[in-house]
């Protein structure tokens, strides 16, 4: 294998505009298809993970799809000021799974995402409990926060690792052993995922930090918002937080010579759970270091190197 030129490959496919071949259904607002649409959107909002995507050849269009909708119901909280109106949209979708998953074939609302959806649904045998996850676990207040670590555990496998899972279905990889591999990379991603976020929190929303963890280490939320230089209270529990993500990390790795070849590039996104989970420790876990803040340059570098030897 000539490593020089599938490296100029990679540098193509994540530097050049990505342009889908395949026509499915136009937006009158964009001017996209559907799988334009949901690139885009997954390139805008999850970008570490759109590009461990390009990396799956025949799979992008099905996981692109999946991301994208994740895209969408994650967003809300974010988006919305209001609990209430937060809920109604996260009703909207599920609505809109339910009809996809209804066996008398009803008509779909006309969103993008819902009728690249409904495609995947139709093409393989997908499980519509996971997609429900996906919604219910956003469906939450905005102050409210998580008790113990294993509440954010919870969380993270519900938000993440079924993303893995409906994209190794649409693919039809049915494997023990990857599915144990994704559930914990699910809980690492999304845990770190958490972590990520309380730079952009406001004061109205909840510290995605347990509150066993504060308890421990006598810190108020309004102590983490601060984020005073030099807080060790505070370093104490962003260390606890990161070093579960890791274990569970570590552990998905520790299933890497059970799994298939052509799965490993499913869980490439743990590239990036590794390089931002380095990049804390080196900053004293400080969320608001400007170098986590920056994307990371050299992470196409990263995914393409893991890819080719089988690894993430």
Known sequence: MNFGRNLKKCFDRFTKPHKSKIRFLTTKKTGLDGNGYCLENVRR???????????????????????????????IPYITSDDKIAAMRLKFWDDAIEKIFDKNNVQVPDHPVVNELNHICKSHKMTKQFFKRLISCRNRPRNQGFLTLKQIEEYAENSVSSVYYLSLEAKGINNVHVDHACSHLGKSQGI????????????????????????????????????????????????????LAHQHLEKARALLKSLPRDTKPFLLPGVAVQRYLERLRLVKFDLTHQKLLQRDNT??????????????
């Open 45 to 75: 909002y999850d970008y570490e993970n759109f590009l461990a995507t390009l990396l799956l050849k025949d799979s992008v269009r099905s996981t692109i799809a999946i991301r994208a909708f994740n895209v969408e119901i994650s967003r």
């Open 192 to 243: 770190v995922n958490l972590l990520r976020s309380i730079p952009q929190l406001t004061r109205e929303q909840a510290i995605p930090i347990s509150q066993d963890i504060l308890i421990k280490h006598g810190v108020s939320q309004e102590r983490i918002l601060r984020n005073k230089k030099d807080d060790k209270g505070v370093e104490e529990c962003v260390f606890e937080i990161a070093t």
């Open 299 to 312: 992470l196409p570098i990263a995914y393409y190197w893991n890819y080719f030897r089988g690894t993430f």
